[in-house]
C-alpha cells in the first residue's frame, strides 16, 4: 500500500506561481507514475502531469491546460513528486489531488490509479 499526503496549496493571485509537492509512504514508489489530477465541484477529476515510473526515466506526462505552464518532477530518493505552477489563471481553481498507480505509465483516465491523496486546494484570485 502506499500513502499520499500533498502541501502547498492555497490562495493565491493570477499570475503568480507555487509549488505542490506530494510525499509517498508506505511500498516503494520508483516504479509508480506519480502524478496530478485536479477537480472543480461538480466536474469530474481531470489529469494535470506526472512522471512516469523508473522503467521510463524522466517521461513526463501533461494535459494541454498544463503544457507551457506547470512543471511535474520527482524526487524518489525523497519519494516526492512536484507540480510547479506558474502564471496562474483563475481557471486553475481546484483540488488538486496526487495519484499513483503500479504499472508505471501516465495516463489521463483516473480509474487508472489506484492510489489517492486528500488533496490540497488551490485558488487563485483575479
Known amino acids: 500500500q502506499v500513502q499520499l499526503v500533498e502541501s502547498g496549496g492555497g490562495s493565491f493571485q493570477a499570475g503568480e506561481s507555487l509549488t505542490l509537492s506530494c510525499t509517498a509512504s508506505g511500498d516503494s514508489v520508483e516504479s509508480a507514475c506519480m502524478g496530478w489530477f485536479r477537480q472543480v465541484p461538480g466536474k469530474e477529476r481531470e489529469w494535470v502531469a506526472g512522471?512516469?515510473?523508473?522503467?521510463?526515466?524522466?517521461?513526463?506526462s501533461y494535459a494541454e491546460s498544463a503544457k507551457g505552464r506547470f512543471i511535474v518532477t520527482r524526487d524518489d530518493a525523497k519519494r516526492t513528486v512536484y507540480l510547479q505552477m506558474n502564471s496562474l489563471k483563475p481557471e486553475d481553481t481546484a483540488m488538486y489531488y496526487c495519484v499513483a498507480n503500479e504499472d508505471g505509465v501516465c495516463l489521463m483516465q483516473s480509474r487508472r490509479y489506484k492510489f489517492w491523496g486528500q488533496g490540497t486546494p488551490v485558488t487563485v484570485s483575479s
Open positions: 512522471v512516469f515510473g523508473k522503467i521510463h526515466p524522466g517521461v513526463t
